[in-house]
């Protein structure tokens, strides 16, 4: 994502927070779905990740929108002053729960 190029993934674990659907909390009962910054596997198979694959391959507009939307949420969520602020926040609220009387 940082390096513009679209991701095929499945929105397991920690990706699941970044990916942006275009109806939040609505996931389509279709093998795979087009996000705004990734394309989404709803079904673990060969085939599933060789179609999603493929409709990035063939689709150049949509390869570009969703290179750039994934970039757009890289810059967003993990920029130097957000992680610097992230964990201020986190070692003040550990120093305020463990140090202070």
Request: charged share 25%; hydrophobic share 45%; glycine share 6%.
């Amino acid at each position: 994502m940082a390096m513009s190029i679209p991701v095929v993934t499945f929105g397991v674990g920690g990706v699941g927070e970044y990916i942006e659907l275009d109806q939040p909390g609505s996931v389509s009962e279709s093998e795979y779905e087009i996000a705004k910054n990734v394309i989404l596997l709803n079904k673990a198979s060969p085939k599933v990740i060789a179609a999603a694959t493929e409709e990035l391959i063939f689709n150049f507009d949509l390869r570009i929108r969703i290179g750039l939307a994934g970039r757009a949420t890289v810059v967003k969520y993990f920029s130097l002053e957000r992680q610097i602020k992230e964990y201020a926040h986190i070692y003040r609220k550990i120093f305020d729960n463990c140090c202070s009387t």
